[in-house]
């Protein structure tokens, strides 16, 4: 059932980012390997369908950062839409966003962390994926205002990589403007696919939600923080997947793990690909290091309702953090990074995400006009964005996805029987 904010409860956490600090957690989110790695797949799609796909992506990621920002803004606790479900639409539906949430971003710290090994020294993969985690798990132990430090200096590196993307592929002597002409025989069902595939490298920007007992002025703070981030980050990719494409065409891209720095090497200034290598590496770590907090928090807010075990509720008394949530999560990164596949992990993450902004969507829709900043004609289309986007994944992305949902709903009804019973024989 709906309700109203209610007053804010104190927090155990300390308010200590402001507006700048916030868009670049967001920034950090987004502005990653993303932009490294789904570019090339959603590539198939053709030069124009990639860019189409690109739009479609930063469209819906808009409707839905809306959604976002106004709940944060009435609701500013650590959890993100599990908190907003609960408050909008009810515990059930709160607590199946909050799952889809931790085990989708799961999925998505493991691909992060394999991206980052893979670009920085493939020789060493897995295990290096495995310390990178347990190295960031550390940096955010010890607080959030560490982690937005630390990805302040990230962000500014990988822009830096991109500039170098941009400018050797329009000035390597290759750009070509007929290899982004004509639409081919690009289907509206592989632009769709491209554009989920995409909505991965977009999907950071309720980061901020998520911390948000952490932000100061959250009322504020996190409306102006979250459209401002994606704006940046939309205005980026635009510009890098467009220069790429001049580069080398939507066919090479495709066919390419590392389709930014392909497009570099084609040119005359192919001696700057190291720089796009090391560009990706520091930006899987960017996201890392910001997911990493984002996931502990939600896991913190589930727990603090008693959907997780109440030790995940735990919060460190120097640092200020929820410690035990960020010590298992990233142990569970560590081992998963030692043995999933890297693009089995980018599809299931999207689709546990999309359907997470489909339940953002709605509660937003539940919201009454004294509360709303934008129309809700937004969260509409956002919802109807992310279901069609979520389904029009690779089977097995939506198959698999759809199996932990159900899995989720299940654990959650076993658990409530299970204290209807006591509840009986207590009576």
């Not at 799961?106 to 493939?122: E, G, N």
């Not at 000035?171 to 989920?196: C, H, K, M, N, P």
């Not at 981030?229 to 980026?236: D, F, M, P, S, Y």
């Amino acid at each position: 059932m709906a309700t109203e904010a209610t007053e804010e409860r104190p927090s155990r956490l300390v308010r200590r980012l402001g507006t700048a600090d916030a868009v670049v957690i967001g920034l950090g989110s987004m502005i990653g390997a993303g932009v490294f790695a789904a570019v090339g797949p959603a590539a198939a799609a053709g030069a124009l369908g990639l860019l189409v796909a690109l739009g479609i992506a930063g469209a819906v990621a808009f409707c839905n950062a809306t959604s976002s920002a106004q709940l944060a803004a009435l609701y500013p606790a650590s959890g993100g839409t599990y908190v907003y479900g609960r408050e909008r639409l009810g515990p059930f539906w709160g607590y199946l966003a909050g799952w889809g949430f931790v085990v989708g971003k799961l999925a998505s710290l493991t691909a992060m962390a394999l991206t980052f090994a893979f670009y920085a020294a493939p020789s060493l993969g897995r295990p290096l994926a495995a310390g990178a985690v347990v190295a960031l798990t550390a940096v955010n132990y010890r607080g959030v205002d560490k982690t937005a430090g630390l990805t302040r200096i990230l962000v500014a590196a990988v822009l830096a990589a991109l500039a170098v993307v941009v400018g050797a592929s329009l000035f390597g002597g290759e750009a070509d403007g007929e290899r982004i002409a004509g639409w081919g025989d690009t289907s509206v069902l592989a632009v769709l696919e491209a554009a989920g595939l995409l909505f991965f490298a977009f999907a950071g920007y309720a980061r901020i939600a998520t911390l948000g007992e952490e932000v100061r002025d959250p009322e504020r703070t996190i409306p102006r923080a979250i459209p401002l981030a994606l704006a940046i980050t939309l205005l980026v990719y635009a510009t890098v997947a467009a220069s790429a494409l001049l580069a080398i065409g939507a066919q090479a891209m495709a066919g390419s793990n590392a389709p930014l720095a392909e497009a570099v090497r084609a040119g005359d200034l192919s001696a700057l690909a190291p720089v796009v290598r090391a560009g990706a590496a520091l930006a899987a770590l960017s996201v890392l290091l910001s997911l990493l907090a984002g996931v502990s928090r939600t896991a913190f807010a589930m727990a603090e309702e008693g959907d997780l075990p109440r030790w995940f509720g735990s919060v460190h008394p120097r640092f200020k953090v929820p410690h035990h949530a960020e010590l298992v999560i990233g142990a569970i990164v560590a081992v998963t990074a030692v043995a999933v596949d890297l693009r089995s992990a980018i599809g299931f993450s999207s689709f546990a995400v999309l359907l997470y902004y489909a339940l953002t969507n709605l509660a937003a829709f539940t919201l009454p006009r004294r509360q709303r900043r934008w129309p809700r004609t937004l969260s509409v289309i956002g919802f109807a964005g992310c279901l069609v986007l979520a389904f029009s994944l690779p089977i097995e992305s939506v198959v698999a996805g759809t199996g932990v949902f159900a899995i989720g709903a299940v654990l959650y009804g076993a658990r409530h029987w299970h204290r209807a019973r006591i509840a009986t024989r207590n009576e």
